[in-house]
């Protein structure tokens, strides 16, 4: 048996119930270049540490462009120059990586925010468009992206696992399609802060933004790990405040507001046991939730 990135592997069967993960937290400035360096460097030091699958923010390669209408971002094809050097940085680090989320030029000429999901050789897994689109003040997003159509499960050797972005996290539905596509995983690629001149009159919005997303872990069994940015982007303050939480709620990590790569080791096994102790999902009743999609 082979020992790799904190796993046990064994003619590619998971022999192991312990999971490390590793976020990468990070701010962004005006070279997108630059930017991407970064995170690889970062991904790196994460697959050092012990991760068997990494997770980059949200539009990682640069500023977050959608606070501001009439902005001249660069997007790119998929597969294009940025998901080429994320291959290579899985490859070379051996791991899974969640390629946070990056502006996509799709054919026919439409534009998605678009995460894209790599396993421990650098081959695409697969990819996910972002469905939930927000549209307000400093997020200005349905101005730049199209409404992405389908969820997906991507399975890697240490965990099956599932992405949703940002805003996607205030929805309860995403994620119970993606447990009962079987993911042990959600990771929430975000770009998420305050605003100058937009005050949090309806409560602490960094508080909420966390607790909601534990209940979707609570409710799916399922462990959650959201990765924010961190930084000054104009108006924007983005808190960090990365986390991972478990399959009950309980965060085994969360890192501050500063640039750094954040570690959880959780134990897969948690789910299978809170499933069969809760029955949160044996007890569901589908037939009653048809108004959901009228």
């Known amino acids: 048996m082979k020992?790799?990135?904190?796993?046990?592997?064994?003619?590619?069967?998971?022999?192991?119930?312990?999971?490390?993960?590793?976020?990468?937290?990070?701010?962004?400035?005006?070279?997108?270049?630059?930017?991407?360096?970064k995170a690889v460097t970062m991904v790196a030091e994460a697959a050092r540490r012990g991760a068997s699958l990494v997770c980059l923010p949200e539009l990682f390669a640069s500023r977050y462009f959608p606070q501001d209408r009439g902005s001249k971002p660069r997007a790119e094809p998929v597969p294009g120059p940025t998901t080429r050097r994320l291959a290579e940085a899985a490859r070379e680090s051996n791991v899974a990586l969640v390629g946070g989320s990056l502006y996509e030029k799709a054919p026919g000429g439409r534009f998605y925010n678009t995460s894209v999901v790599f396993d421990e050789m650098g081959s695409v897994l697969g990819k996910y468009r972002k469905v939930?689109?927000?549209?307000?003040?400093?997020?200005?997003?349905?101005?730049?992206?199209s409404s992405g159509k389908t969820y997906s499960v991507f399975k890697t050797t240490s965990a099956d696992v599932g992405v949703l972005i940002c805003f996607d996290q205030w929805y309860p539905e995403p994620?119970?399609?993606?447990?009962?596509?079987?993911?042990?995983?959600l990771f929430y690629p975000t770009a998420i802060g305050t605003v100058d001149g937009i005050e949090e009159t309806e409560g602490d919005w960094k508080e909420a933004w966390e607790l909601v997303q534990r209940g979707h872990a609570i409710s799916n069994s399922?462990?959650?790990?959201?990765?924010?940015?961190?930084g000054k982007e104009g108006r924007m303050s983005f808190w960090g405040g990365s986390f991972v939480s478990d399959q009950f709620g309980r965060v085994l990590a969360r890192a501050d507001d500063r640039e750094q790569v954040l570690m959880a080791t959780c134990d897969l096994g948690l789910g299978t046991r809170v499933e069969e102790g809760w029955g949160f999902l044996r007890n569901r009743k589908p037939g009653t939730y048809r108004r959901l999609t009228t």
């Not at 796993?7 to 312990?18: C, F, L, M, Y």
């Open 222 to 230: 399922m462990i959650v790990a959201a990765v924010n940015r961190v």
């Open 3 to 37: 020992k790799e990135g904190g796993r046990t592997r064994s003619g590619g069967s998971r022999a192991t119930n312990e999971l490390t993960l590793g976020l990468v937290q990070m701010a962004m400035g005006d070279d997108q270049d630059a930017n991407i360096s």
């Open 175 to 185: 994620a119970r399609v993606i447990k009962l596509m079987g993911a042990d995983v």
């Open 132 to 145: 939930q689109v927000p549209q307000d003040e400093s997020f200005y997003e349905k101005d730049y992206f």
